[in-house]
């Protein structure tokens, strides 16, 4: 085997990585292993293909396709990421666990939410690799293909299809132009049972991410210049405006909604982001942790669900000890403070300014989707390692590689002429 062949090998084996979580979290939704507790020896197993993902991303990069982003500044920025998570991962927590996990340490590890939410962004090396749209195209639409036969399945067998198989729909809109009709009939079909699944599984986030996702790509295919600047600082400053609004106006924007829904009468809609957003930001106030956080085993104390399982024991409430933020920006602020919040938008701003020097339609269709998910973690998209995740930060890495937004529509074309 000559030394080159042996190289193209060891390069391939980063995209396994991105194969290993897809997996992972198929099988834990079949096994319904999230149940488990927070703190068992059995939550830390069931989330060993974290760590195995982890071995493939490592092994199969190379330091020096850093330069592929062709930044100091970005690299930079990455790197003091890169430390500021492992910090945050090891950190000795300020808080007292004992109250909602059995072994800090196998909860650390192996609760998704906690310390493996620190070690996700690293997949934004995964897209770096000279080969990463083609791997990234072909695993998302695979795993599709495959939900679509369960899918089609489910309806002569009864049994139910995750919403795992469909997290990857909103992104192959990018690359929907660059397709043959064979490849955007599955993506059509794709998208619409995405829906069905996400709608029957009451995963409402699911279908916002493919209609805004939508809603980007039309936006890149208008010529009008002011109406895309205006877009992207909507998707940026709209986070700003919730956090100033939820803390400052009564009613704020989430009890507007609420009210809304209501007066619709629909189905009962508790305004709980009103009361997480106070009670997080409250806390750590407070006890002056604003800036760096309570690390990956942080919680808060919330008055709201103490007050609702002592009025009522029937309750259906969490635990008052909250470990876990539903909101993206808000569990970012728990576990790493705003420190790690402002390192993560200096990413998504560089991504923002470098628009222009995007030479291709793809790019530029996936950096606006990547963008809207910035939008996105005002509202929800919790910081965990998953599927979602792991996806969202590889598509930041693709769009990142100065090698790829220096590529035209043909050269683009090309690759997707090798997936069809």
């Keep these: 085997m000559s030394f080159r062949l042996k190289k193209d090998i060891f390069n ?19 096994l319904k292993f999230t149940d488990a507790s927070a703190g068992s020896l059995l939550k830390l197993i069931v989330h060993s293909h974290i760590y195995l993902s982890v071995f493939f991303l490592i092994f199969g990069f190379q330091l020096m396709d850093i330069k592929k982003f062709n930044s100091n500044y970005l690299v930079f920025l990455l790197f003091i990421l890169l430390f500021y998570s492992l910090f945050q991962l090891f950190r000795i927590s300020p808080v007292n666990t004992d109250l909602y996990v059995s ?21 934004i090396f995964w897209g770096i690799n000279k080969n990463s749209i083609y791997w990234f195209e072909k695993i998302s639409l695979n795993v599709i ?9 489910s309806l002569l067998f009864n049994f139910n299809v995750p919403y795992v198989f469909f997290i990857s729909s909103f992104t192959l809109l990018a690359g929907f132009s660059f397709s043959n009709n064979k490849r955007r009939i599955w993506i059509i079909l794709g998208i619409c049972i995405s829906i069905i699944v996400f709608f029957s599984e009451e995963y409402r986030s699911g279908v916002l991410r493919i209609l805004l996702a939508l809603f980007c790509v039309l936006i890149v ?24 609004d939820v803390l400052n106006n009564s009613p704020n924007i989430f009890q507007l909604i609420a009210e809304i829904e209501n007066k619709n009468n629909q189905n009962l809609f508790v305004d709980t982001r009103t009361f997480l957003f106070t009670e997080t930001y409250n806390e750590l106030k407070k006890n002056n942790d604003l800036i760096l956080g309570l690390g990956s ?34 569990q970012m602020l728990l576990k790493g403070g705003l420190f790690y919040i402002i390192l993560i938008s200096l990413i998504y701003f560089y991504l923002a300014k470098n ?60 690759i997707f002429n090798t997936l069809n």
């Design 145 to 153: 293909q495959v939900g679509v036969i369960l899918f089609l399945l």
């Design 221 to 244: 295919y208008q010529k009008i210049r002011i109406l895309k600047i205006f877009f992207i600082l909507f998707l940026f400053l709209f986070p700003l405006f919730i956090f100033y």
């Design 12 to 30: 391939h084996y980063y995209f396994i990585s991105f194969i290993i979580v897809i997996i992972g979290e198929i099988f834990i939704s079949y």
């Design 103 to 123: 072994n800090p340490i196998y909860a650390r590890f192996g609760n998704i939410w906690y310390g493996p939410m620190f070690i996700v962004p690293f997949f």
């Design 297 to 330: 085993m942080g919680s808060y104390f919330s008055d709201y669900f103490l007050n609702l399982i002592s009025y009522d024991n029937y309750a259906s409430a969490d635990f008052y000890v909250r470990s876990k933020v539903e909101v993206g920006f808000l």
């Design 355 to 414: 628009l222009t020097k995007v030479k291709n339609t793809y790019i530029h269709n996936l950096s606006y989707i990547c963008i809207s998910n910035f939008f996105f973690m005002s509202i929800e998209n919790i910081p965990a390692f998953n599927y979602l995740n792991a996806l969202i930060w590889i598509i930041l890495g693709i769009c990142l590689t100065n090698l790829l937004k220096e590529k035209n529509n043909l050269e683009i074309k090309k």
